[in-house]
């Protein structure tokens, strides 16, 4: 079982920038896959970006050039920076961590989310 708690959250202007952070309770050395998953008001849960034991990266096109993945696999932790950020930014972040597999089945570990406010 994987605990994952993240933190950075908050509310900033459109063309501002935070970074997300999330911590495992286990060693994440051996999980294939951390990443972030978000969700807007009345709308579904869709991944943000992922990034692999290795250092590979996935982005969402609409996050590509804006946001940057990061893994610190000694420390447990995860990353995500965000620029530019704009008003449809606006939702629940979630930290995830998983297989391939997870993302076509939607299941893997879950973190209870931050939430992420940009004003216009």
């Known amino acids: 079982q994987v605990q994952l708690v993240e933190s950075g959250g908050g509310l900033v202007q459109a063309g501002g920038s935070l970074r997300l952070s999330c911590v495992a309770s286990?060693?994440?050395?051996?999980?294939?896959?951390m990443g972030w998953y978000r969700q807007a008001p009345g709308k579904q849960r869709d991944m943000v970006a992922a990034?692999?034991?290795?250092?590979?990266?996935n982005y969402a096109d609409s996050m590509k050039g804006r946001f940057t993945i990061s893994r610190d696999n000694a420390k447990n932790m995860v990353y995500l920076q965000m620029n530019s950020l704009k008003s449809e930014d606006t939702a629940v972040y979630y930290c995830?961590?998983?297989?391939?597999?997870?993302?076509?089945?939607?299941?893997?570990?879950w973190g209870q989310g931050t939430q992420v406010t940009v004003s216009s």
């Open positions: 995830w961590a998983g297989r391939p597999v997870d993302i076509v089945q939607g299941t893997g570990y």
């Open positions: 286990t060693s994440i050395f051996s999980i294939e896959l």
């Open positions: 990034i692999s034991i290795g250092g590979s990266t």
